[in-house]
């Protein structure tokens, strides 16, 4: 009987230490997915926005936000212009808690997912001797069901204009 007890508690120990192991590679593996989910709308939001900063011909003055939150960012391209049309112009601005790419005669186009917010958005004129914006940008996840699973990037870049 003794004999019988010791294998049960043994048999406890293990199954309780194997249950606490696949717990918490279960809340590991949800919060790698929030933190990928943050990173990957991050990383895509910033390239989207260098990339068209990187053709642009010059900020269109009249609409732009520099030094606030939420910001705005207009350019003048002359890549991808309307019909009869020298230029286009592209603005990235906040819509809801989303970032959004507009484009002159288009729709805005959500950059970020559904699944996390922008809660930061600041664009600077740094001055050189070619025109750069630094960008400010912070996401956070939405929906986390605890602290544990929520997640937040601060990025910031900066990209000269291409003249």
Do not use: H, W
Request: aromatic share 6%; with cysteine.
């Amino acid at each position: 009987m003794i004999e019988m007890l010791v294998y049960l508690t043994i048999l406890v120990i293990i199954m309780g230490t194997i249950v606490i192991f696949g717990v918490m590679i279960i809340r590991t593996g949800a919060k790698i997915k929030v933190n990928a989910e943050v990173m990957d709308n991050g990383r895509r939001a910033l390239n989207i926005m260098a990339y068209e900063i990187k053709k642009a011909q010059s900020i269109y003055s009249p609409t732009i936000v520099f030094d606030a939150n939420p910001g705005q960012l207009s350019l003048e391209q002359s890549v991808s212009q309307p019909a009869e049309e020298t230029k286009t112009y592209v603005d990235f601005f906040k819509c809801g808690d989303r970032l959004c790419l507009k484009r002159e005669d288009e729709d805005a186009l959500n950059i970020t997912s559904d699944k996390v917010r922008v809660t930061n958005l600041v664009f600077s004129k740094l001055s050189n001797s070619t025109p750069s914006i630094q960008i400010s940008l912070r996401i956070e996840s939405l929906a986390a069901p605890s602290p544990y699973y929520s997640s937040s990037v601060d990025l910031t870049t900066t990209v000269d204009l291409g003249l």
